[in-house]
């Protein structure tokens, strides 16, 4: 009964070049969704378009930084003008660069701030006034289950993922009235090309044996969690936070 889950609904998704993001995109062509890929590597996010879709009719890829507002509110409007709607919205680029606190620079925090949450403010208040109008919404605001844990050399990015996971239970509630969805997702260790610049194999042999499933957690299980979070499966559901980590962390 549920096997296509996004037929004909047509969905943003942030960080699509690589990793999570390419993965989510790859689910939702897969469950029928028409797809807007936004990323700052515009050459890595026209091959997953085109892996997709080679026509471009159904996935486009748009060269966009996720600061960059002008772009943001540009795209917003010019996907409703020629798709017609919105249904979903995907806020998942990010970037995890280590630093020690004491020698992190003002830029290095506003620069981390500003990738990882405030473009989170600038996706959600260009799109919301267009999902509460059709009363019909769901966004889902990609965390990190280092939000729980508290991680040394990434006090900037644990501040980032914390304020994701308070944007979205406040937002939540702001929003709820209307029928929009806004809920989140705390991926644990996640087998990524961009993992081996910040860890090192014996590192992430540690996390995985502090979890209870003992295999690495992959794209595709963040992938199905999004999906679920944006198909009528969370209907009854908002401002939650969902941990997808192997069961490292159980609250
Ligand atoms: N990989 C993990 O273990 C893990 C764990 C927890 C949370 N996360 C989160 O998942 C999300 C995706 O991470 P990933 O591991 O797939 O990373 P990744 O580096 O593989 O992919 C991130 C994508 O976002 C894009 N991006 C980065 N900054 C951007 C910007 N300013 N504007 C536009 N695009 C930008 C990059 O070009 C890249 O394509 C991030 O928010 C990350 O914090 C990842």
Same mark, same amino acid.
Request: aromatic share 0%.
């Given at each position: 009964m549920y096997h296509v889950l996004l037929e004909q609904q047509v969905a943003l998704v942030t960080g699509t070049a690589a990793g999570i993001g390419q993965e989510i995109a790859r689910l939702f062509a897969e469950h029928g969704a028409r797809l807007v890929l936004l990323d700052r590597n515009a050459e890595a996010n026209q091959a997953t378009a085109d892996s997709l879709d080679p026509a471009g009719k159904r996935a486009i890829a748009v060269h966009l930084d996720v600061r960059d507002r002008p772009a943001i509110d540009r795209v917003i409007s010019e996907t409703i003008r020629d798709w017609g709607a919105i249904d979903v919205l995907i806020n998942n680029a990010g970037v995890y660069p280590r630093q020690e606190f004491l020698t992190m620079t003002e830029g290095q925090w506003d620069e981390m701030l500003d990738i990882n949450l405030k473009s989170m403010f600038h996706f959600q208040q260009a799109v919301l006034p267009h999902m509460i109008g059709r009363r019909r919404g769901k966004i889902v605001n990609i965390s990190s289950v280092t939000f729980h844990l508290g991680i040394p050399n990434l006090v900037h990015y644990v501040a980032s993922k914390g304020g994701v996971i308070g944007l979205t239970r406040s937002l939540a509630r702001e929003v709820g009235a209307h029928n929009v969805h806004i809920n989140c997702i705390t991926p644990g260790a996640v087998l990524v090309e961009a993992e081996k610049a910040v860890v090192s194999d014996e590192q992430v042999r540690a996390f995985v044996a502090q *979890?209870?499933? *003992?295999r690495r957690i992959l794209p595709i299980d963040i992938a199905r969690a999004a999906l679920f979070l944006s198909s009528e499966l969370s209907d009854g559901m908002t401002g939650q936070t969902l941990n997808v980590d192997g069961g490292w962390v159980m609250h």
């Open positions: *979890q209870s499933l *003992q």
